[in-house]
């Protein structure tokens, strides 16, 4: 099995709409075997969960998802299973992936989700409460992280959870 994390916008995206119209591009691609099995874009804002309604409870909104719905079309093959995952910088206090992992309808093998990397807890502006900022505590928070993709890829069935696939990112 061979794996590749790469980035889309290295290469130029690709387009949506013939005549090479409307360019789309997520920030990371994961694939296997040369088949797309995850799907991440990285948000500022303070996602924590797909949710029932846009906006709400740190619940991603309808443009992002809409966003995220494109990219599955776009590089997701219907037949195959695909994680779609924002990345939000904040804490989401869920250890479990699949919460909320959403089934696309009429698509079930694409799900979507919401993955966090808490970078906020470096920002010490104002609070001496917050995480001194370290190489340590940042290289943790990366640990952390890449442990939650492999548990989306796992949720998927996509991924044996002994495998290193991401390691490569502590690089």
């Not at 993955?115 to 001194?132: A, R, V, W, Y």
Request: proline residues 4%; aromatic residues 10%.
């Amino acid at each position: 099995m061979e794996y590749h994390v790469y980035s889309p916008n290295d290469s130029g995206g690709s387009y949506l709409v013939e005549g090479d119209c409307r360019q789309v591009r997520p920030d990371i691609l994961i694939s296997k075997d040369g088949v797309i099995i995850a799907i991440l874009d990285a948000k500022y804002k303070w996602y924590k969960k797909i949710g029932k309604h846009a906006d709400k409870n740190n619940s991603v909104s309808r443009d992002d998802l809409y966003q995220m719905i494109t990219y599955l079309y776009r590089y997701a093959e219907p037949d195959k299973k695909v994680v779609g995952l924002f990345i939000s910088p904040v804490k989401n206090f869920s250890e479990s992936p699949d919460s909320d992992v959403k089934s696309l309808n009429n698509h079930e093998n694409h799900k979507i989700g919401v993955i966090n990397l808490d970078i906020e807890q470096f920002n010490t502006s104002g609070d001496d409460n917050k995480t001194p900022f370290s190489l340590k505590t940042i290289q943790e928070e990366e640990v952390r992280f890449i442990d939650n993709i492999k548990k989306y890829l796992i949720i998927l069935n996509e991924l044996n959870p002994s495998s290193s696939l991401l390691m490569m990112w502590l690089l």
